[in-house]
C-alpha cells in the first residue's frame, strides 16, 4: 500500500481568493488523481496529474479554475482558484500503485469558502 | 460508459451482526475491476476489498468480503461481525483494468452504515 498525506487537513477560505493543496506519497506511484466530494455527494475526478506535463481534465474541470502540478513521483499539487462558495467540498488526491487493484486516497481537505 | 448503483441510502445494523450492502454496475468493458471504499466521518476514504472481473473466487479481507455475481452485475460487500466502528459511508467503484481505457474510477452514490448497540 501507499501512505499518502495532505495538507492543509481543512481551511476556511474567503470567496476570491485561492488554495493551494499539496498531496505527498511515502513511494514513487505510476499514478495520482485528485478528487472532489462536494457535501453529501459521491466522488467526482477532476484531473489525472501527469509528471512532467499538463494535467488531463474531465468534463466540467478547466485548468484555469484547478490548475495541477506533478513536478515528481511522489508529490502533487492542485490549487482552486478564485473560490467561490460553491466550490465548498472535500478535495482528495489518489494514488494508483502499480498492480491494477490497488488505488489509495489520501486523508482529504476539507475546504469551507465564506 | 460505468455507471454504479446503490440503491441503499442508509441501512442499520445490530452490532456482531451481518450486514449486505447492496451494489449494481452496468459497464461494456470486458476488463474491469470493483472496489469497496468506507468513509468515516472525518472523511478519508479507506480501501476496502478489490475484486477482478476474471477472479472466480470471491474476495475475502478479514471481516469484508465481496459476493460477485457477474451475470447479475453485482458486487455486494457483506460485513461479517459488525462493531460499532463499522458505522460510516460506504461506497461501491469500479474502472476499466484493461489498460486501454480511462484509468478513472466511478463512484456509487454510497450507503450510509448505522450499527446499532
Known amino acids: 500500500s501507499a501512505v499518502i498525506s495532505q495538507k492543509p487537513s481543512r481551511d476556511i477560505c474567503q470567496r476570491g481568493t485561492s488554495l493551494t493543496i499539496q498531496c505527498q506519497v511515502d513511494?514513487?506511484?505510476?499514478?495520482m488523481f485528485w478528487y472532489r466530494q462536494q457535501p453529501g455527494q459521491s466522488l467526482t475526478l477532476i484531473a489525472t496529474?501527469?509528471?512532467?506535463?499538463?494535467?488531463?481534465?474531465e468534463s466540467g474541470f478547466v485548468i484555469d479554475k484547478f490548475p495541477i502540478s506533478r513536478p515528481n513521483l511522489t508529490f502533487s499539487t492542485l490549487t482552486v482558484s478564485n473560490m467561490s462558495p460553491e466550490d465548498s467540498s472535500i478535495y482528495l488526491c489518489?494514488?494508483?500503485?502499480?498492480?491494477?487493484?490497488?488505488?489509495?486516497f489520501g486523508p482529504g481537505t476539507r475546504l469551507t469558502v465564506t | 460508459a460505468q455507471k454504479i448503483t446503490q440503491t441503499q441510502p442508509g441501512m442499520f445494523v445490530q452490532e456482531k451482526e451481518a450486514v449486505t450492502l447492496d451494489c449494481t454496475y452496468d459497464t461494456s468493458d470486458q476488463s474491469y475491476g470493483l472496489f469497496w471504499y468506507k468513509q468515516p466521518s472525518s472523511g478519508e476514504m479507506i480501501f476496502l476489498i478489490y475484486?477482478?472481473?476474471?477472479?472466480?473466487q470471491n474476495a475475502t479481507e478479514g471481516r469484508y468480503s465481496l459476493n460477485f455475481q457477474k451475470a447479475r452485475k453485482s458486487a455486494n460487500l457483506v460485513i461479517s461481525a459488525s462493531q460499532l466502528g463499522d458505522s460510516a459511508m460506504y461506497f461501491c467503484?469500479?474502472?476499466?483494468?484493461?489498460?486501454?481505457?480511462?484509468?478513472?474510477?466511478?463512484f456509487g452514490k454510497g450507503t450510509k452504515l448505522s450499527v446499532i448497540p
Open positions: 489518489s494514488v494508483r500503485t502499480q498492480g491494477v487493484s490497488e488505488q489509495y
Open positions: 475484486q477482478g472481473s476474471y477472479d472466480e
Open positions: 513511494s514513487q506511484v505510476t499514478m
Open positions: 467503484a469500479m474502472r476499466d483494468i484493461s489498460g486501454a481505457g480511462s484509468y478513472q474510477l466511478t
Open positions: 496529474a501527469n509528471q512532467g506535463s499538463e494535467a488531463t481534465y
